[in-house]
Nanobody, 114 residues
């Protein structure tokens, strides 16, 4: 099964930007839709954004206009560009298929200070 490794998180001030990367150990070409999820302390994991193999995208209302998801099937990579970050965006971010059926990676921590 495809293994997922997320990276690119860190500590950033409110209004700042980060670019997250998700590297898949196998081909994601046949995975129709890939997504980025996040889980804040004490909250359930939630879908942030998803992208189909045809590049159509969907975003949760709370990130629309701020986050951009992209994928590179040739490199087996999925990205999440996050701009105008806010403290409420603080969470561990994960990638997975959408709906999720792959084994979860370790995620990457994003912390936004006010």
């Amino acid at each position: 099964q495809v293994q997922l490794v997320e990276s690119g998180g860190g500590l950033v001030q409110a209004g700042g930007s980060l670019r997250l990367s998700c590297a898949a150990s196998g081909s994601i070409f046949n995975i129709y839709r890939m997504g980025w999820y996040r889980q804040a302390p004490g909250k359930q994991r939630e879908l942030v954004a998803s992208i189909a193999s045809g590049r159509s995208t969907n975003y949760a209302d709370f990130v629309k206009g701020r986050f951009t998801i992209s994928r590179d099937n040739a490199k087996n990579m999925v990205y999440l560009q996050m701009n105008s970050l806010q403290p409420e965006d603080t969470a561990v971010y994960y990638c997975n298929a959408s709906p999720s059926y792959l084994t979860w990676g370790q995620g990457t921590q994003v912390t936004v200070s006010s």
